[in-house]
């Protein structure tokens, strides 16, 4: 008991450190807008890990005699879409998606059980000396149980999201395909509205435009959020996060 409450003290101590540290910000912060990111290379920030899929055996690069044509090539004239690592292309992200599911369960379970003993040796007899009353050999265990169960649920979501974002490549696996990276940040007033992506893609599903939509890109994740006022006051206090975490009823 002693180490539960041992325990409990030192999680409020860090969750009373956690907000203190967080309330000194915001104190500082009193008037002023969301800062900024700054714009960095992708492949040097904190937790970046360069993509490592599966690749196919690297064919050779094959010639003709007397051929101005390389078997690798997908055009004869120079493509003016990003290729390789640090070209910038504008991702297309249109999505509308709508789900609708209602589940219900039912359960029941009844069991019952009964023992006797009707001999022993004779000593079935001598049961009313141990216990003070009458005693019924044929009954002496009865169980019973009954359980039942039932559940509904029902999911009913729809999401719809338009935006354009454009995404640097950052990195080109052995297969050709591109790893892309995107990071954009428009702040209005004391809110500011992030949009990140990541994922990979072909150099073949670039259009002509140089761009290419959200469902061509592999491995794709896409995170839409905010950040100042507005979204604080959407969110619960950590305390009642903390609380919501440890209670368990």
């Not at 051929?67 to 090539?73: D, E, R």
């Not at 003016?80 to 369960?105: F, H, K, P, S, Y």
């Amino acid at each position: 008991m002693t180490k539960f409450i041992s325990q409990i003290i030192c999680i409020g101590i860090a969750t009373f450190g956690l907000s203190a540290c967080s309330a000194v910000d915001r104190l500082a912060n009193i008037g002023e807008a969301p800062s900024m990111t700054k714009i960095e290379n992708p492949t040097t920030q904190s937790g970046y890990v360069p993509v490592s899929l599966p690749m196919p055996t690297p064919q050779p690069d094959v010639r003709q005699a007397n051929s101005l044509w390389s078997g690798n090539k997908t055009g004869f004239f120079k493509d003016q879409r990003a290729g390789q690592v640090g070209d910038i292309l504008t991702v297309m992200i249109e999505i509308d998606d709508e789900a609708e599911m209602d589940n219900t369960t039912s359960r029941s379970r009844s069991s019952s059980e009964d023992a006797g003993l009707n001999a022993l040796l004779g000593y079935e007899q001598s049961l009313s000396r141990i216990l003070p009353e009458a005693v019924n050999n044929e009954n002496l265990v009865g169980m019973g149980a009954d359980s039942t169960h039932a559940g509904t649920g029902s999911i009913d979501r729809e999401e719809e999201i338009t935006v354009k974002l454009a995404a640097l490549i950052t990195q080109e696996l052995p297969n050709g395909n591109l790893v892309i990276q995107g990071r954009q940040e428009v702040r209005v007033n004391y809110e500011k509205r992030i949009l990140e992506l990541a994922g990979v893609i072909r150099r073949e599903d670039i259009n002509v435009d140089n761009s290419i939509t959200y469902d061509k890109i592999a491995e794709a994740r896409i995170s839409y959020g905010g950040k100042g006022q507005i979204t604080d006051m959407q969110q619960p206090r950590y305390g009642q996060q903390v609380f919501d975490v440890l209670f368990p009823f």
